[in-house]
């Protein structure tokens, strides 16, 4: 069982030559998932209430910043899709540039665009997942807070 994982893990990272469209998928859909546990991980109902006692535009700046990473979690897709058109173009180069080609050549050319949009897709969905969670959390806790500040601020007046 041990071998079979090592040899997945092989093949998955090493087998095909990982392009730069590769390698910065992956690091920018690891870097998004860590933004999203930390951001998990590191926000307190209490905290997250002080702040918004202190300063009335936190909670409009958490929902922004929602936004803004619900977008960057959109491009790992499309960045997969580029790199599948990359990819099927330098496919089609071959086939017209090279007399004869064989289908080592053409796949030699594919395999690459396959991976990319494997990464876009695997990463996308993983993101997504975490995101869902992350923004029902903050959801909660944003109407928490709008409902215990009007409370307060209706218990001074």
């Known amino acids: 069982m041990e071998n079979f994982f090592k040899d997945f ?6 087998k095909d030559q990982l392009t730069f469209l590769d390698f910065l998928i992956i690091g920018f859909g690891i870097a998004l998932l860590v933004y999203q546990i930390l951001k998990r991980i590191t926000t307190f109902s209490k905290s ?6 202190k300063d ?9 910043k929602m936004n803004y990473l619900s977008s960057l ?19 089609l180069s ?7 080609p064989t ?15 494997f990464w876009g897709l695997l990463f996308a969905i993983l993101n997504l997942v975490i995101f869902h969670y992350l923004h ?15 409370e307060n601020k209706n218990e001074k007046a």
């Not at 071959?94 to 004869?100: D, M, S």
Request: charged share 15%.
């Open 136 to 150: 029902a959390y903050f959801s909660e806790l944003i109407e928490w807070c709008k409902q215990n500040l009007e």
């Open 56 to 64: 009335r535009l936190h909670l409009h700046r958490t929902e922004v």
């Open 48 to 53: 997250f209430y002080r702040k918004a006692q």
């Open 9 to 14: 893990l092989h093949n998955l990272f090493f």
């Open 94 to 100: 071959v086939i017209a540039l090279v007399p004869n």
């Open 103 to 117: 289908i080592k050549q053409i796949a030699t050319e594919i395999a690459p665009a396959l991976s990319t949009t």
């Open 73 to 91: 979690i959109e491009l790992l897709p499309i960045l997969g899709l580029l790199g599948t058109v990359w990819g099927l173009k330098n496919a």
